[in-house]
């Protein structure tokens, strides 16, 4: 069902440059899997739906010109909100803006008058937007301040890279990036960072090429591993996913379906697995969860959508490559109640204590 003509972009009154900021968003960023993400939480009029990660508001407005539903965007990187905010208006007040983290995508909605919702899409890791911005320090292709924050809150790469051990960033190589030389790649770090201060994006990974072999035609960058591992710890993304997926458990209603796009191997592990033990129900408790649950907390409080993700098709990732290792998961809410979170349940060995330095002394001599 298409949006009246009060709420349609293409009828409603217009804000001094809102179509062409609009027109701006639409031709910067290619949303991944659009087609797959809209039939997962198929819109529908009235519907509450928030997109958690919003960007350049993709999955945002195809949701708003799909059904006369209201869609609340959260994202933490105070551009993408200035940005959106000159087009919003377009959409009759149906899109709301508001800045945090997807962490905390319950209390955000609540706060802005959405909970309970009916959909939620996440869309996770760094977007196009930002890793075109050479200021951001998210990319090596071109030179810039290492920082790598999504927020402009926290420490940057650059401190983390200044002020981290040896040990530490070799767990964050390791980790984050499934470097497999981190060890070694740690100490040339080390090593380069006595010398001078490692403050830009092409210092960085310049230390990190020259401490690794020559890769091969087909292989990637020998910094993309690394780059990909700072990033992750300076934004505590995977964290803020395990908080993520336990909020949605809470604020989506019954029927409600939550829709995640992960783009590599640890987030993609994170969802299925806590969607196959929201699925499970008793089935397989965790050995993390309370024993006394009563027959509720037991039920599954999630139905899966499909067994498999959904993946791009070959003419999609033809057109935007960045699809290629996109996967989508997505699963309905039941009306049962939500479990009390528990950040160990589902999550990898890497978010505790206890598993990094398993994983330490279990690496042994594989982390050279």
């Known amino acids: 069902m298409t949006s009246s003509n009060r709420d349609d972009p293409e009828a409603a009154p217009e804000a001094p440059g809102a179509r062409e900021a609009l027109e701006a968003a639409r031709l910067r960023h290619d949303p991944v ?61 149906r899109l709301v803006l508001a800045g945090g983290r997807f962490g ?48 402009a809150e926290g420490p940057s790469a650059a401190d983390v890279v200044a002020e981290a051990s040896e040990e530490e960033l070799a767990d964050i190589f390791y980790h984050y990036g499934e470097e497999r030389r981190s060890r070694g790649i740690a100490r040339a770090v080390v090593k380069a960072r006595a010398e001078a201060p490692i403050l830009t994006t092409l210092r960085l990974a310049g230390i990190l090429a020259a401490a690794q072999p020559r890769p091969k035609p087909y292989e990637p960058h020998p910094a993309t591993r690394c780059f990909q591992a700072l990033r992750i710890h300076v934004n505590d993304e995977l964290g803020e996913l395990a908080r993520a997926l336990s909020a949605a458990e809470r604020v989506l209603a019954p029927g409600g379906v939550l829709a995640v796009v992960t783009f590599h191997s640890l987030e993609d592990r994170m969802v299925k697995r806590f969607l196959q033990l929201r699925a499970e129900g008793a089935a397989r408790p965790s050995r993390h969860t309370p024993a006394a649950l009563g027959a509720e907390e037991d039920a599954p409080g999630f139905e899966l959508l499909s067994r498999k993700p959904v993946v791009a098709s070959e003419e999609e990732t033809a057109r935007n490559p960045r699809a290629r290792s996109a996967k989508l998961r997505a699963a309905r809410r039941t009306s049962a109640p939500a479990r009390p979170h528990d950040p160990r349940e589902g999550a990898l060995p890497i978010l505790t204590a206890e598993g990094s330095a398993r994983a330490r002394k279990a690496s042994g001599g594989r982390r050279a």
Do not use: H, K
């Open 104 to 151: 905390d995508l319950d209390a955000i909605a609540v706060e802005e008058g959405f909970a309970p919702l009916d959909g939620i899409a996440l869309d996770i890791g760094v977007s196009s937007m930002q890793i075109d911005q050479a200021e951001r320090g998210f990319s090596f292709m071109r030179d810039g301040p290492l920082d790598m924050r999504m927020s």
């Open 33 to 93: 899997l659009l087609a797959e993400v809209l039939a997962a939480l198929a819109p529908r009029e009235g519907a509450r739906l928030l997109d958690g990660t919003f960007g350049a508001g993709g999955y945002a407005r195809a949701l708003l010109e799909a059904a006369d539903c209201r869609v609340l965007g959260v994202d933490r990187d105070p551009s993408a909100l200035e940005a959106g905010r000159l087009w919003a208006p377009l959409y009759g007040g």
